[in-house]
């Protein structure tokens, strides 16, 4: 969030001269305020009803990365073998459609990617229509039994299996919601109490004057055998338990 905010501070008074510059601040930007929502997510893990469940949410995206390698696979199974079939050797067959078979990333993600990855919320857009008008072809017998193999183990084996994982890891969250809540008060806490007391972009200065500090007290303890900063920030246990007790 840091890194993207000041990114974008940058771009919007170094490269901002133009509409066509400015978008890429502007994206960054926007980019940036998204993160900054959902990083207002960490207030509610204080919370002792609702804290386990954004754990339960972070768990569950762990077991999406793993579903989302699963469907990439196969949907560019699907992708490319379809495209194989029904648009690369019938090109001028669909030049109303808007099919491109121009070889290059952008078009790949746009031809193959974006569509086949539609199909598993159901969005066919004119993949059907495509293979309907053209039903006697042998490419397009073909293609069809591939969509229906695809679309079964996608749509009912895989989503299905997505929904038991999440299942489990929410059982797993739910049976030791006690000692979540506790863990996430004292990493808030700890969070909270070595970050810098100014807002940014002014902390930023603080973080640079704190960073100078501890390289120079570390290179007067090995290399001097001095003693360690004695104003450097500590953290306990006991503090956090104190804080919250109060």
Known sequence: GFILFYVGLVLRFTHATTD??????????????EIWWLRSLSFILVVRFLGPHIVAIGKMLKDLAFFMCIIAIVMTGYGVASRAMVYYPNANRFNETGISIAFNGRDIFRQIAYPVYYLMYGEFGTELDDLDNNRD??????THVLLAVHMLFVNILLTNLLIAMFSKRFDQVYEDTQNIWHTQQYIFTREYYTRAPFFPPISLIYDMYYLCRLTFFNIRRVC????????AKTFSKLK???FWWH
Request: charged share 30%; glycine share 4%; aromatic share 12%.
């Open 20 to 33: 066509e510059e400015f978008f890429a601040a502007r994206i960054v930007m926007a980019i940036d305020l």
């Open 240 to 242: 956090a338990i104190g």
């Open 137 to 142: 072809e042998a490419w397009s017998i073909s």
């Open 224 to 231: 001097f055998k001095k003693s360690a900063d004695p104003r």
